[in-house]
């Protein structure tokens, strides 16, 4: 059915940049960093991973686990380059954001000259099975993609909760100052923090690449994307990125359905603005305890 | 005072006990004194180890003011001076000086000829190449220095500046061609639409705080640009819109289109500094640099209402780029797409941070270098991006403000670096440090000081239990050579805090006090315990002035 | 023995302020000292200036043998985390809490080293039982907690390691009374084998008798009793 089917598709949609979008709150909110340059980590991953592909084509979990991997690289490239150098240093929020930039842009530079401009596609990790239900026909990859986003998020959550470093982590968040009196090293939790969202990233990469191609230009929509909805649940709380992720897949379905494909991005930053000139810290803003500048 | 041995142990004889003593005190023990002139010879002595002395900030000096600081040239028909110039007597010579305090007008009226001449100066077999260069650089610089004005002054951190410019373009661009527009309108048309769009994203700019805004805006820009590329009627066939009206006539020879396009941008360029100087350099900027960041809550509350200043400054510079908007169609006749990419938020982004953020100077420098690299190292291909995401790169790890930032991180370093040195030298009340030195105008001061300090080293060493004792038998009278250099150091000492006795009554119980030193403000008690002898009251603070010594 | 924490000529300050002066301090395993003075004349700056909080100009400290932290001012705080490896638990002044935890996650927090976090349990336990209103408050954000609560947390944190240097820097400020007295019995029964507590303590009533020496800091330099391992500066 239609409103079925095209809110699978918003389902799907909403759990890739879902990822990004958390992956950037979690880094803001315990860093003080703003990380845009995951578009340089998304075409890394993607790479990564299509350079797997082509050695290993039948092996669905080597390719995806070498994009998540290559995409935790990549975050720790970027930490080590900006985060490292810059976070006892004056201005920090602005030249660290400014910096990641700049890596987005050689980053980009750089796969054009290596990789060519053209345009590289995945093997379908997921296989071209489908299934029936309720009269929908749900195809094999967007299962995988929301299962997949939903295990790598739940996985992070539980993670956060029970480890060392995800306490590290949260404890970072709140109070660094203090952080460093029960030994939390700023630099060394920043090394674990870049990793990790890298990672989410680079999963977040290989499942897109599913539907649309890895080029040196494909990370900066999702990227565009996933911060618009981190911005719009509140940087700095999970589940404000979540509730904003599927309000957004949302928005876009019933776009596509009743006024075009064109006006997708459209509507969904009218509702953005609507969502932040009402709570100027998004969603969950005022709920969660968000990281102040 | 050490709990060692005396080094010089005596027995001190008291020259008039022979004529028979009241208190008794023929003779005490003592230490010998050492030669007072030792410790000025040493001093003296040239082996002082010498530091660099602090500050050189170097001045253009000019000789004889009097007459004519007065009757200066001005600005008419303003009271402006051309140059700030102070006149001055210098400290050491007693002759007039004059001083240009601010070198920047010399520097800006030096850059702006030389671009001026530039054509002039190109290498005949590039001629082209860089007149178009050089075009571009006009025009992207005077977008910079309006996003400055926008980042810098106003602090609202927008990269939605290039949709501004492209959005004036493209639809002026349309209103030429399809409604044939003539070109000296479209520069106004655009800024009456650099208007509407200020209008639109000003609201979320004062409710969200700077980064929030920051993604806001870069998501406007991915909007417009998905926008533009996918309407029919804005040229997504030909990838931009082509065919407008243009006050550079086709029929003119290339070099002539060229050289008018080079001047025309410069024109621009020019009047966009103007706009900067007007708003950053008159009200609305002092407005706007009594409240700074994080202390907005404070100028809100003295009454500066920077709320309001920020949108009008937001307001300003949307018209002016929209206006540089329409420039750009009626410049070029048409405008493509790419300038709403990343990649040119990106570009702009980098020449307004190797400049460095807030200073017109830097918006122009980053422009500058920028393109130097992108459209006249054309040889270096796709390497050139790179060249200019290194730079930027480098630039913001390592300076705190870009170019024109240098100076005031190397001066904050030293000042820091020079707080931690003199912290590691100071002792209270010790001989001043060069760099205190230098700002000190009664150099006899300096002298006292040193003086002061090599006399209280010197009575340091003579403090001991046998002073102290002898002191506490006999606090007035004959004393020996050691006590006596004490006491007199001590009875010299200025009154600002001097120690002194209050009688309750005519036999009363005595206190100390401590004398103000200012006439009409009376001392201050020091202690409560009270002394019911004049002699153990003279001890006390006797005792007192030997802690402070020790002390310093 | 070595001593537990050995200062020679410390000196630190802030910018041109100079605020602790050539100071010489030598502590030994099993002691408790207290420091006495009045605020501002340098006791957590000292503090501070052992746990590398904030950057010292000369002189040297060492903590158990090792040399730690460094002249050139780095910028505070930076290698906190490692001089605190070494074997040292400081409670700052006003607690520093991270107030969207539980009590059970403060607690779970203080124990950084492996061996630690393995054995948390019992540790969790230890703490349980020298301060035991916690218990009820596990699971409650330290947010919500009351004044005294709050500095129990505090301080129970820094025992969830085997610490070879307590530092308390004013465990009964802003306290009322009779939880002060309580904070600061629980903080004295805490049974030191090899370990040394430095207590500083604007109240002297609470620390005379049960600590073996007691100091007064006064402008920057220590004063008062002398121990015979305890040199004072200056020629006093």
Known sequence: MDIAFVIVNAVTVAAIYGLIAIAVSITWSSLGLINLAYGFIFSFAGYAAWLMAGRMPTNPYLIAGTGIIAGGIA????????????????????????????ISLIGSQLFLMIFGPTSKSLPDLFGRWKVKLFDITLTADKIGIVVCSIAMLIGVVLWM????????????????????????????????????????????????????YIAPFSGLTPLIKGVSIALCGGLGSVQGAVIAAILLGLVEALTNKFLGGQYVLMTQFLFIILVLVVRPRGISGLVDIAREQ | MTDQAPPNPCVWKNPLAVWGTATGNAEAPSIRVPDPRDAWRKNTAFKVATYPVGRLKYFVIWPHHGRRTWNRTRWWPTRRNLLNIGG????????????????RPIYWLLSLCLLLIGPLLFPQAHMNALLTAGATFGIFAA???????????????????????????????????????????????????????????AAPALRLDGFYYALLTLGLNELFRVFFTTSKQFGSAS????????????????????????????????????????????????????????????????????????ITIFLLTSVALGFIG????????????????????????????????????????????????????????????????????????????????????????????????????????????????????????????????????????????????EHRRQPLGQHSEALERVLLYFRRAKMEDKYALHRAGPAGPYKIIAFSGVRGVSPRLVDDREFSTLDEAYHAVFMRRVHDLLET | MTEVLKIEGLSAGYGPLRVIHDLDLVIHPGERVGIVGLNGHGKTTLFYAIAGLTGWQRGSIVL????????????????????????????????????????????????FTPEAWRTRKERKERVLGIFAPLRKLMKTPVGRLSGGERRMVSIGRGLMTDAKLYLADEPTLGLAPKIGIAVMEALLAIDLKDSAMFIAEQNVALLEGKVDRIIGMHAGKLKGEASSSFRLSGSH
């Open chain 1, 75 to 102: 975050g720790i490239i970027v930490c080590l380059l900006v985060f490292i150098p810059l976070h006892d240093k004056p201005a920090f929020t602005s030249r660290g954001m400014i910096a990641t930039l700049a």
């Open chain 1, 161 to 212: 909760r029970s480890s060392r470093r995800g306490l590290e982590i949260r404890a970072m968040m709140m109070n660094p100052h203090a952080a460093s009196i029960v030994g939390i090293g700023i630099r060394r939790t920043g090394l674990y923090v870049m990793g990790l969202t890298g990672a989410m990233a680079g999963l977040a990469s290989v499942l897109l690449s599913q539907t649309y």
């Open chain 2, 88 to 103: 001055l007597y210098n400290r050491k010579t007693a002759i007039p000086e004059k001083r240009i305090l601010d070198r």
């Open chain 2, 143 to 201: 977008i910079n220095v309006c996003w400055t004005l926008i980042i810098g002054t106003a602090s609202i951190f927008s990269l939605a500046t290039y949709a501004v410019v492209g959005t004036a373009a493209f639809v002026t661009s349309l209103l030429s061609i399809r409604a044939g527009i003539p070109w000296y309108a479209l520069p106004p048309i655009g800024a009456f639409i650099g208007l509407g769009f200020g209008i639109l994203i």
């Open chain 2, 239 to 310: 990838g931009g819109l082509y065919g407008a009206d243009s006050f550079i006539n086709q029929n003119w020879p290339p070099l002539t289109q060229s050289m008018v396009a080079y001047y025309a941008s410069l024109c621009l360029l020019i009047g966009s500094l103007f706009l900067f100087r007007f708003i950053n350099g008159k009200r609305l900027g002092r407005v706007l640099r009594m409240a700074p960041e994080k202390h907005e809550a404070f100028a809100a509350a003295v009454g500066v209402d920077y709320k309001r200043a920020r």
């Open chain 2, 326 to 469: 329409g420039f750009y169609a009626a410049q070029y006749r048409g405008v493509a797409y790419s300038i709403f990419d990343f990649q040119t938020v990106l570009l702009g982004l980098a020449m307004i941070t190797i400049g460095g953020i807030g200073r017109a100077e830097g918006a122009v420098l980053g422009t500058l270098v920028v393109i130097f690299l992108r459209d006249v190292l054309l040889e270096l291909g796709p390497w050139r991006y790179l060249i200019i995401g290194a730079a930027m790169l480098g630039v913001v790890l390592f300076l705190n403000n870009g170019y024109f930032g240098i100076r005031r991180q190397f001066n904050a370093w030293r000042a820091k670096k020079r707080g931690e040195w003199r912290s590691g030298r100071t002792e209270k009340g010790g001989e001043a440090l060069p760099e205190e030195a230098t700002e000190i105008n009664d150099k006899d001061a300096l002298y006292f000081r040193r003086f002061d300090k090599m006399q209280r080293d010197y009575l340091k060493e003579l403090i001991r239990p046998e002073i102290i004792e």
């Open chain 3, 64 to 111: 158990n043998g090792k040399q730690i932290g460094r002249t050139r001012s780095q910028g505070p705080g930076r290698y906190t985390h490692q001089i605190v490896r070494q074997g040292l638990a400081i409670m700052p002044q006003g607690d520093e809490i991270f107030q969207g935890l539980t009590v059970e996650e403060h607690l779970d927090s203080g124990a």
